[in-house]
Protein backbone atom coordinates (compact mmCIF):
# COMPACT_ATOMS: atom_id res chain seq x y z
CA UNK A 1 0.00 0.00 0.00
CA UNK A 2 2.58 2.35 0.88
CA UNK A 3 4.67 1.82 -3.00
CA UNK A 4 1.06 2.33 -4.39
CA UNK A 5 0.31 5.91 -2.44
CA UNK A 6 3.96 7.36 -3.26
CA UNK A 7 3.13 6.28 -6.79
CA UNK A 8 -0.06 7.95 -6.70
CA UNK A 9 1.81 11.39 -5.28
CA UNK A 10 4.08 11.12 -8.05
CA UNK A 11 1.89 11.10 -10.86
CA UNK A 12 -0.06 13.92 -9.18
CA UNK A 13 2.90 16.21 -8.95
CA UNK A 14 3.83 15.80 -12.75
CA UNK A 15 0.34 16.55 -13.33
CA UNK A 16 0.78 20.07 -11.52
CA UNK A 17 4.10 20.41 -13.52
CA UNK A 18 2.91 20.32 -16.76
CA UNK A 19 -0.37 22.91 -15.59
CA UNK A 20 2.46 24.97 -15.04
CA UNK A 21 4.68 24.60 -17.79
CA UNK A 22 1.13 25.30 -20.44
CA UNK A 23 1.19 28.49 -18.57
CA UNK A 24 4.37 29.56 -19.48
CA UNK A 25 3.72 31.43 -22.51
CA UNK A 26 5.44 34.82 -22.96
CA UNK A 27 3.00 37.82 -23.19
CA UNK A 28 4.79 41.51 -24.35
CA UNK A 29 2.15 44.53 -24.29
CA UNK A 30 3.70 46.94 -26.58
CA UNK A 31 2.67 50.35 -25.54
CA UNK A 32 0.95 52.80 -28.16
CA UNK A 33 3.47 55.32 -27.66
CA UNK A 34 6.08 53.10 -29.03
CA UNK A 35 4.46 52.44 -31.92
CA UNK A 36 2.71 55.66 -32.80
CA UNK A 37 6.10 57.52 -32.29
CA UNK A 38 7.98 54.97 -33.72
CA UNK A 39 10.60 54.69 -30.77
CA UNK A 40 12.26 51.72 -29.75
CA UNK A 41 10.64 49.47 -27.32
CA UNK A 42 12.58 47.75 -24.55
CA UNK A 43 11.19 45.28 -22.27
CA UNK A 44 11.91 44.71 -18.85
CA UNK A 45 13.98 41.80 -17.88
CA UNK A 46 10.71 39.23 -18.64
CA UNK A 47 10.87 35.46 -17.74
CA UNK A 48 10.85 32.87 -20.76
CA UNK A 49 11.81 29.68 -18.62
CA UNK A 50 12.47 28.78 -15.59
CA UNK A 51 15.49 26.00 -14.43
CA UNK A 52 14.98 24.05 -11.13
CA UNK A 53 17.63 21.56 -10.55
CA UNK A 54 20.80 21.94 -13.04
CA UNK A 55 23.83 24.36 -12.95
CA UNK A 56 25.95 23.29 -15.89
CA UNK A 57 25.49 22.84 -19.67
CA UNK A 58 25.45 19.82 -21.59
CA UNK A 59 28.63 18.35 -23.00
CA UNK A 60 29.06 16.23 -25.70
CA UNK A 61 32.03 13.53 -27.40
CA UNK A 62 33.55 13.35 -23.57
CA UNK A 63 32.85 16.74 -22.63
CA UNK A 64 34.54 18.40 -25.43
CA UNK A 65 31.61 19.39 -27.51
CA UNK A 66 29.25 22.27 -25.64
CA UNK A 67 25.44 21.88 -26.30
CA UNK A 68 24.47 25.94 -27.09
CA UNK A 69 21.38 26.14 -25.74
CA UNK A 70 19.13 27.69 -28.80
CA UNK A 71 15.29 28.82 -29.94
CA UNK A 72 13.62 27.22 -32.77
CA UNK A 73 9.96 28.83 -34.20
CA UNK A 74 7.78 25.69 -35.01
CA UNK A 75 4.99 28.09 -36.59
CA UNK A 76 6.80 29.66 -39.35
CA UNK A 77 9.00 32.96 -39.98
CA UNK A 78 6.26 35.33 -38.99
CA UNK A 79 4.09 36.40 -36.13
CA UNK A 80 0.82 35.76 -36.67
CA UNK A 81 -2.08 37.48 -35.75
CA UNK A 82 -4.83 35.73 -33.63
CA UNK A 83 -7.75 36.89 -35.41
CA UNK A 84 -6.48 38.17 -39.15
CA UNK A 85 -4.71 37.06 -41.69
CA UNK A 86 -1.60 40.23 -40.78
CA UNK A 87 1.41 39.08 -39.95
CA UNK A 88 4.72 40.53 -38.57
CA UNK A 89 8.24 39.24 -39.61
CA UNK A 90 10.09 37.20 -37.39
CA UNK A 91 12.52 40.36 -37.16
CA UNK A 92 10.47 42.39 -35.55
CA UNK A 93 11.49 41.40 -32.26
CA UNK A 94 14.93 40.89 -31.14
CA UNK A 95 15.81 39.21 -27.60
CA UNK A 96 19.15 38.34 -25.58
CA UNK A 97 19.74 36.78 -22.38
CA UNK A 98 19.56 38.84 -19.56
CA UNK A 99 19.97 36.34 -16.60
CA UNK A 100 19.71 32.64 -15.22
CA UNK A 101 18.78 32.67 -11.77
CA UNK A 102 19.54 36.29 -10.93
CA UNK A 103 22.83 36.79 -13.05
CA UNK A 104 24.66 35.88 -16.12
CA UNK A 105 26.13 32.62 -16.59
CA UNK A 106 29.95 32.18 -16.85
CA UNK A 107 31.67 32.49 -19.99
CA UNK A 108 34.54 30.99 -18.92
CA UNK A 109 36.96 29.95 -21.49
CA UNK A 110 35.90 30.83 -24.92
CA UNK A 111 31.71 31.12 -23.63
CA UNK A 112 30.13 34.61 -24.95
CA UNK A 113 27.02 36.20 -24.51
CA UNK A 114 25.38 36.47 -28.59
CA UNK A 115 23.96 39.71 -28.93
CA UNK A 116 20.13 40.68 -29.66
CA UNK A 117 18.98 37.98 -32.34
CA UNK A 118 15.70 37.46 -33.71
CA UNK A 119 13.36 34.18 -33.69
CA UNK A 120 13.92 31.90 -36.78
CA UNK A 121 12.67 28.56 -38.21
CA UNK A 122 16.28 27.44 -37.77
CA UNK A 123 17.88 27.47 -34.20
CA UNK A 124 19.56 29.84 -32.84
CA UNK A 125 22.00 30.41 -30.24
CA UNK A 126 21.20 31.91 -26.86
CA UNK A 127 24.17 31.51 -24.92
CA UNK A 128 27.60 30.25 -26.14
CA UNK A 129 28.84 28.07 -23.25
CA UNK A 130 32.48 27.48 -22.86
CA UNK A 131 34.42 24.93 -25.45
CA UNK A 132 34.70 22.44 -22.94
CA UNK A 133 33.60 21.02 -19.26
CA UNK A 134 36.89 21.45 -18.15
CA UNK A 135 36.69 25.17 -18.24
CA UNK A 136 33.67 25.16 -16.19
CA UNK A 137 30.91 27.59 -16.86
CA UNK A 138 27.97 26.91 -15.04
CA UNK A 139 24.85 28.86 -13.96
CA UNK A 140 22.56 29.55 -11.47
CA UNK A 141 19.28 27.59 -10.42
CA UNK A 142 15.97 30.02 -11.01
CA UNK A 143 14.54 31.93 -13.83
CA UNK A 144 16.04 32.51 -16.98
CA UNK A 145 15.02 36.22 -18.30
CA UNK A 146 15.84 38.01 -21.21
CA UNK A 147 15.50 41.28 -22.62
CA UNK A 148 13.34 42.22 -25.39
CA UNK A 149 13.19 44.81 -28.04
CA UNK A 150 11.89 46.04 -30.83
CA UNK A 151 13.57 48.83 -33.01
CA UNK A 152 11.98 52.13 -34.25
CA UNK A 153 12.78 51.04 -37.55
CA UNK A 154 10.21 48.20 -37.44
CA UNK A 155 8.04 50.17 -35.92
CA UNK A 156 8.10 52.53 -39.05
CA UNK A 157 7.74 49.36 -41.81
CA UNK A 158 5.60 47.48 -40.31
CA UNK A 159 1.70 47.49 -39.48
CA UNK A 160 0.42 47.06 -36.06
CA UNK A 161 -2.72 45.51 -35.68
CA UNK A 162 -4.40 45.44 -32.11
CA UNK A 163 -4.42 42.44 -31.02
CA UNK A 164 -2.41 39.21 -30.61
CA UNK A 165 0.86 38.16 -32.43
CA UNK A 166 2.50 34.68 -31.57
CA UNK A 167 4.88 32.77 -32.98
CA UNK A 168 5.43 29.33 -31.28
CA UNK A 169 9.36 28.41 -29.72
CA UNK A 170 10.71 25.07 -28.84
CA UNK A 171 14.34 25.43 -26.86
CA UNK A 172 16.41 22.36 -26.77
CA UNK A 173 17.02 21.80 -23.17
CA UNK A 174 14.87 19.36 -21.06
CA UNK A 175 15.32 20.77 -17.72
CA UNK A 176 14.59 23.99 -18.95
CA UNK A 177 10.47 24.75 -18.59
CA UNK A 178 8.78 24.69 -20.38
CA UNK A 179 9.97 23.06 -23.37
CA UNK A 180 7.57 24.85 -26.18
CA UNK A 181 6.24 28.24 -25.71
CA UNK A 182 4.33 31.16 -27.24
CA UNK A 183 5.43 34.36 -28.06
CA UNK A 184 3.04 36.57 -28.03
CA UNK A 185 3.10 40.20 -28.72
CA UNK A 186 -0.04 42.11 -27.45
CA UNK A 187 -0.86 44.88 -29.54
CA UNK A 188 -3.73 47.80 -27.89
CA UNK A 189 -6.24 48.63 -29.54
CA UNK A 190 -6.20 52.54 -30.28
CA UNK A 191 -7.00 55.91 -32.08
CA UNK A 192 -4.74 59.09 -31.43
CA UNK A 193 -4.57 62.64 -33.33
CA UNK A 194 -1.25 63.04 -34.23
CA UNK A 195 -2.14 66.75 -35.60
CA UNK A 196 -3.83 69.17 -33.42
CA UNK A 197 -5.44 71.84 -35.17
CA UNK A 198 -7.22 73.77 -32.61
CA UNK A 199 -7.93 76.98 -34.40
CA UNK A 200 -8.24 77.60 -38.09
CA UNK A 201 -8.41 81.13 -39.17
CA UNK A 202 -9.02 81.86 -42.59
CA UNK A 203 -8.93 85.67 -44.16
CA UNK A 204 -10.72 87.10 -46.65
CA UNK A 205 -9.30 90.62 -48.00
CA UNK A 206 -9.94 91.34 -51.46
CA UNK A 207 -13.61 91.56 -52.92
CA UNK A 208 -12.05 89.91 -56.19
CA UNK A 209 -12.28 86.55 -53.97
CA UNK A 210 -16.32 87.11 -54.91
CA UNK A 211 -16.12 87.63 -58.62
CA UNK A 212 -14.26 84.12 -59.02
CA UNK A 213 -16.91 81.87 -60.80
CA UNK A 214 -15.56 78.50 -59.26
CA UNK A 215 -15.55 77.57 -55.68
CA UNK A 216 -13.58 78.94 -53.09
CA UNK A 217 -12.04 76.41 -51.20
CA UNK A 218 -10.42 76.65 -47.70
CA UNK A 219 -7.71 74.29 -46.57
CA UNK A 220 -7.73 72.77 -42.92
CA UNK A 221 -4.06 72.12 -43.19
CA UNK A 222 -2.73 68.38 -42.67
CA UNK A 223 -4.09 65.61 -40.62
CA UNK A 224 -2.62 62.51 -39.17
CA UNK A 225 -3.57 59.99 -37.15
CA UNK A 226 -2.32 57.43 -35.74
CA UNK A 227 -4.01 54.23 -34.86
CA UNK A 228 -4.16 50.09 -34.91
CA UNK A 229 -7.32 49.64 -35.58
CA UNK A 230 -9.44 50.34 -39.13
CA UNK A 231 -11.55 53.48 -38.80
CA UNK A 232 -13.66 55.76 -40.21
CA UNK A 233 -13.88 59.42 -40.25
CA UNK A 234 -16.90 60.87 -38.88
CA UNK A 235 -17.76 64.70 -38.93
CA UNK A 236 -20.07 67.26 -38.32
CA UNK A 237 -20.67 70.91 -37.34
CA UNK A 238 -21.29 71.90 -33.59
CA UNK A 239 -24.24 73.77 -34.27
CA UNK A 240 -27.16 74.50 -36.98
CA UNK A 241 -25.32 77.96 -37.92
CA UNK A 242 -22.66 79.80 -38.21
CA UNK A 243 -21.85 82.85 -35.83
CA UNK A 244 -21.66 86.15 -37.68
CA UNK A 245 -20.67 89.70 -36.16
CA UNK A 246 -20.55 92.13 -38.11
CA UNK A 247 -17.66 94.51 -38.43
CA UNK A 248 -19.64 96.92 -36.49
CA UNK A 249 -20.44 94.39 -33.99
CA UNK A 250 -23.95 93.29 -34.88
CA UNK A 251 -24.78 89.54 -34.29
CA UNK A 252 -26.08 87.37 -37.10
CA UNK A 253 -26.27 84.00 -38.22
CA UNK A 254 -25.61 81.95 -41.36
CA UNK A 255 -26.57 78.63 -42.39
CA UNK A 256 -24.02 75.86 -41.77
CA UNK A 257 -25.55 73.55 -45.13
CA UNK A 258 -23.97 76.45 -47.31
CA UNK A 259 -20.50 74.68 -45.90
CA UNK A 260 -19.23 71.71 -47.54
CA UNK A 261 -16.37 69.03 -45.88
CA UNK A 262 -14.08 67.38 -48.13
CA UNK A 263 -10.87 66.16 -48.80
CA UNK A 264 -7.51 67.31 -50.89
CA UNK A 265 -7.28 64.02 -53.09
CA UNK A 266 -9.49 60.80 -52.71
CA UNK A 267 -9.93 60.45 -49.03
CA UNK A 268 -13.27 61.91 -48.41
CA UNK A 269 -16.38 62.07 -49.92
CA UNK A 270 -17.32 65.36 -49.87
CA UNK A 271 -21.34 66.58 -47.95
CA UNK A 272 -22.91 69.41 -46.89
CA UNK A 273 -21.75 70.08 -43.23
CA UNK A 274 -24.87 69.29 -40.56
CA UNK A 275 -25.23 69.14 -36.36
CA UNK A 276 -25.68 65.74 -36.75
CA UNK A 277 -22.16 63.26 -37.49
CA UNK A 278 -22.00 61.79 -40.94
CA UNK A 279 -19.39 59.34 -42.04
CA UNK A 280 -17.19 61.53 -44.79
CA UNK A 281 -14.64 58.41 -45.10
CA UNK A 282 -14.71 57.12 -49.11
CA UNK A 283 -13.37 54.41 -47.80
CA UNK A 284 -12.18 52.79 -44.56
CA UNK A 285 -8.88 54.00 -43.38
CA UNK A 286 -7.20 50.36 -42.92
CA UNK A 287 -4.08 49.72 -40.52
CA UNK A 288 -1.03 50.59 -42.57
CA UNK A 289 3.29 50.29 -42.48
CA UNK A 290 3.96 52.79 -39.90
CA UNK A 291 0.44 52.89 -38.21
CA UNK A 292 -0.20 56.40 -39.46
CA UNK A 293 -2.86 57.83 -42.07
CA UNK A 294 -3.20 61.17 -43.06
CA UNK A 295 -5.18 63.66 -45.53
CA UNK A 296 -5.97 67.19 -45.54
CA UNK A 297 -9.41 67.93 -44.62
CA UNK A 298 -10.93 70.95 -47.22
CA UNK A 299 -13.92 73.17 -46.74
CA UNK A 300 -16.21 74.25 -49.65
CA UNK A 301 -18.58 76.90 -50.16
CA UNK A 302 -20.01 77.57 -53.72
CA UNK A 303 -19.73 80.89 -55.98
CA UNK A 304 -23.23 82.00 -55.48
CA UNK A 305 -22.90 80.95 -51.18
CA UNK A 306 -19.73 82.84 -50.35
CA UNK A 307 -21.86 86.61 -52.50
CA UNK A 308 -25.03 85.08 -50.44
CA UNK A 309 -23.52 83.99 -47.38
CA UNK A 310 -20.21 85.38 -46.78
CA UNK A 311 -19.82 88.65 -48.10
CA UNK A 312 -20.74 91.00 -45.71
CA UNK A 313 -17.62 92.48 -43.86
CA UNK A 314 -17.13 90.37 -40.24
CA UNK A 315 -16.31 87.49 -38.51
CA UNK A 316 -18.09 83.97 -39.35
CA UNK A 317 -17.37 81.42 -36.43
CA UNK A 318 -18.46 77.44 -35.97
CA UNK A 319 -16.92 74.66 -34.43
CA UNK A 320 -16.03 71.27 -36.62
CA UNK A 321 -16.40 68.19 -34.42
CA UNK A 322 -13.72 65.45 -36.28
CA UNK A 323 -14.32 61.77 -34.74
CA UNK A 324 -11.93 59.02 -36.08
CA UNK A 325 -14.52 55.97 -35.04
CA UNK A 326 -12.81 52.31 -35.96
CA UNK A 327 -15.55 50.58 -37.85
CA UNK A 328 -16.64 48.21 -35.14
CA UNK A 329 -17.57 51.76 -32.92
CA UNK A 330 -15.39 50.12 -29.77
CA UNK A 331 -13.18 52.97 -29.55
CA UNK A 332 -13.20 56.39 -31.38
CA UNK A 333 -10.91 59.90 -31.15
CA UNK A 334 -12.63 63.28 -31.08
CA UNK A 335 -10.79 66.37 -32.67
CA UNK A 336 -12.64 69.56 -32.66
CA UNK A 337 -11.46 72.52 -35.20
CA UNK A 338 -12.70 76.41 -34.26
CA UNK A 339 -13.15 77.73 -37.72
CA UNK A 340 -13.03 81.62 -37.90
CA UNK A 341 -13.36 83.06 -41.29
CA UNK A 342 -12.64 87.25 -41.15
CA UNK A 343 -13.86 88.83 -44.06
CA UNK A 344 -12.11 92.56 -44.06
CA UNK A 345 -14.12 95.77 -44.72
CA UNK A 346 -13.73 96.39 -48.07
CA UNK A 347 -15.00 99.10 -50.63
CA UNK A 348 -14.40 99.93 -54.38
CA UNK A 349 -15.95 102.76 -56.47
CA UNK A 350 -15.10 102.41 -60.53
CA UNK A 351 -16.23 104.96 -63.22
CA UNK A 352 -15.59 103.01 -66.63
CA UNK A 353 -13.77 105.17 -68.90
CA UNK A 354 -16.88 105.61 -71.08
CA UNK A 355 -18.87 107.98 -68.30
CA UNK A 356 -15.64 109.99 -66.74
CA UNK A 357 -16.90 113.16 -68.76
CA UNK A 358 -20.30 114.80 -68.73
CA UNK A 359 -20.73 117.97 -70.56
CA UNK A 360 -23.44 120.69 -71.09
CA UNK A 361 -23.71 122.79 -74.24
CA UNK A 362 -25.69 125.93 -73.82
CA UNK A 363 -26.07 126.85 -77.24
CA UNK A 364 -30.17 127.98 -76.92
CA UNK A 365 -31.73 130.23 -75.11
CA UNK A 366 -34.15 127.50 -74.08
CA UNK A 367 -31.18 126.02 -73.01
CA UNK A 368 -30.20 128.88 -70.47
CA UNK A 369 -34.12 129.45 -69.64
CA UNK A 370 -34.95 126.26 -68.67
CA UNK A 371 -31.86 124.42 -67.49
CA UNK A 372 -30.26 120.79 -68.55
CA UNK A 373 -30.16 117.62 -67.11
CA UNK A 374 -28.75 114.58 -68.21
CA UNK A 375 -28.91 110.89 -67.01
CA UNK A 376 -25.56 109.16 -67.41
CA UNK A 377 -26.05 105.13 -67.60
CA UNK A 378 -24.04 103.05 -65.37
CA UNK A 379 -21.50 105.63 -64.40
CA UNK A 380 -21.04 103.84 -61.43
CA UNK A 381 -19.92 100.24 -60.49
CA UNK A 382 -20.42 100.00 -56.70
CA UNK A 383 -19.09 97.49 -54.34
CA UNK A 384 -19.07 97.79 -50.39
CA UNK A 385 -19.12 94.85 -47.94
CA UNK A 386 -20.65 97.26 -44.95
CA UNK A 387 -23.55 98.91 -44.96
CA UNK A 388 -22.85 102.59 -46.29
CA UNK A 389 -24.05 105.86 -46.94
CA UNK A 390 -22.55 107.42 -50.87
CA UNK A 391 -21.25 111.17 -51.08
CA UNK A 392 -20.21 113.30 -53.40
CA UNK A 393 -18.19 116.21 -53.62
CA UNK A 394 -15.88 118.71 -55.84
CA UNK A 395 -12.25 119.85 -55.53
CA UNK A 396 -13.75 123.31 -55.69
CA UNK A 397 -16.21 125.79 -54.97
CA UNK A 398 -16.10 127.23 -58.25
CA UNK A 399 -15.70 126.14 -61.41
CA UNK A 400 -11.72 126.96 -63.54
CA UNK A 401 -11.30 128.14 -66.95
CA UNK A 402 -8.03 126.86 -68.28
CA UNK A 403 -7.17 126.06 -64.65
CA UNK A 404 -8.01 129.41 -63.33
CA UNK A 405 -10.73 129.56 -61.06
CA UNK A 406 -13.61 131.98 -61.95
CA UNK A 407 -16.71 132.97 -60.39
CA UNK A 408 -19.19 130.33 -61.57
CA UNK A 409 -20.26 128.39 -58.12
CA UNK A 410 -20.31 124.91 -57.98
CA UNK A 411 -23.47 124.34 -56.67
CA UNK A 412 -25.31 125.28 -59.92
CA UNK A 413 -24.60 121.47 -60.49
CA UNK A 414 -26.87 119.27 -58.77
CA UNK A 415 -26.25 115.72 -58.73
CA UNK A 416 -28.41 112.72 -58.12
CA UNK A 417 -29.06 109.10 -58.47
CA UNK A 418 -31.99 107.67 -60.67
CA UNK A 419 -34.91 106.41 -58.28
CA UNK A 420 -33.25 108.92 -55.64
CA UNK A 421 -35.77 112.12 -54.92
CA UNK A 422 -32.12 113.86 -53.50
CA UNK A 423 -30.31 115.93 -55.89
CA UNK A 424 -27.44 117.48 -53.83
CA UNK A 425 -25.54 121.08 -54.83
CA UNK A 426 -22.24 120.60 -55.79
CA UNK A 427 -19.64 121.62 -53.17
CA UNK A 428 -16.15 121.23 -51.36
CA UNK A 429 -18.46 119.63 -48.90
CA UNK A 430 -19.38 115.97 -49.07
CA UNK A 431 -22.89 115.54 -49.77
CA UNK A 432 -24.73 112.76 -49.07
CA UNK A 433 -26.58 111.07 -52.10
CA UNK A 434 -27.21 107.74 -51.26
CA UNK A 435 -29.10 106.62 -48.01
CA UNK A 436 -28.36 103.40 -45.90
CA UNK A 437 -27.07 101.59 -48.41
CA UNK A 438 -26.72 97.60 -47.63
CA UNK A 439 -23.95 95.05 -48.34
CA UNK A 440 -23.47 95.04 -52.28
CA UNK A 441 -20.92 94.16 -55.40
CA UNK A 442 -20.66 95.30 -58.30
CA UNK A 443 -23.46 97.40 -58.60
CA UNK A 444 -24.40 99.38 -61.60
CA UNK A 445 -25.78 103.17 -60.51
CA UNK A 446 -27.61 105.24 -63.02
CA UNK A 447 -25.89 108.96 -62.13
CA UNK A 448 -28.30 112.11 -62.67
CA UNK A 449 -27.11 115.44 -63.41
CA UNK A 450 -28.65 118.68 -63.55
CA UNK A 451 -28.01 122.37 -64.40
CA UNK A 452 -31.29 123.63 -62.93
CA UNK A 453 -33.49 127.18 -64.25
CA UNK A 454 -31.48 129.23 -62.01
CA UNK A 455 -27.98 127.64 -62.33
CA UNK A 456 -28.41 128.10 -66.19
CA UNK A 457 -29.71 131.68 -65.97
CA UNK A 458 -26.22 132.61 -64.08
CA UNK A 459 -24.35 131.76 -67.39
CA UNK A 460 -25.66 134.03 -69.39
CA UNK A 461 -23.61 136.71 -70.46
CA UNK A 462 -20.40 134.35 -69.69
CA UNK A 463 -17.53 133.85 -72.30
CA UNK A 464 -18.35 131.35 -74.18
CA UNK A 465 -15.73 128.96 -73.38
CA UNK A 466 -15.59 125.68 -71.10
CA UNK A 467 -15.51 125.69 -67.64
CA UNK A 468 -14.36 122.23 -65.71
CA UNK A 469 -14.78 121.02 -62.48
CA UNK A 470 -14.17 117.89 -60.86
CA UNK A 471 -16.22 115.37 -58.90
CA UNK A 472 -15.54 112.88 -56.40
CA UNK A 473 -17.36 110.24 -55.26
CA UNK A 474 -16.81 108.36 -51.19
CA UNK A 475 -18.50 106.53 -49.33
CA UNK A 476 -19.01 106.23 -45.25
CA UNK A 477 -19.87 103.84 -43.48
CA UNK A 478 -23.13 102.91 -40.88
Known amino acids: MKTIRAFLIGIFTVFCGTTVMKAQDVYLSIPENNIFNRTEFTSVPTRVMANANRTNWDYAFFGLAPVAPTFTSMSGPTFTHSSSSSTLPGSTLLWQLESMGGQLPSTGFSGSLPGFQSFSTSAVKWFEPPGSVLFGGGF ?29 IIQNYNDFTPRNFKTILVIPSSIRWLTTSLTKYIEISSLNEYRITGTRVLNLDNAEIAHTVDF ?81 AGTYT ?67 NESFEL ?70 GKENTTYSINVYYSFTAI
Open 140 to 168: NRGNINFTFKIPSAQFSANAYRAGNYSMD
Open 232 to 312: NLWAKAASTNIQFTSSKGVPGIRNIATVKLGSNGSALTTKPLSNDFQNFSASTFNVVGGNRSSFTPELYVSAEDLKNSFFE
Open 318 to 384: FELNLNARSTDNSINSLQNTAVQVKVLPRSEITIPSSGRNVNFNFNTAAQYAEGQSQVIPNQIILSN
Open 391 to 460: YVKSDENYFKKGGLQTDINSNILQIGMDGSSVNAPLSKTPQKILFNGTPVLDRQLNVIYTIPATGAQSLV
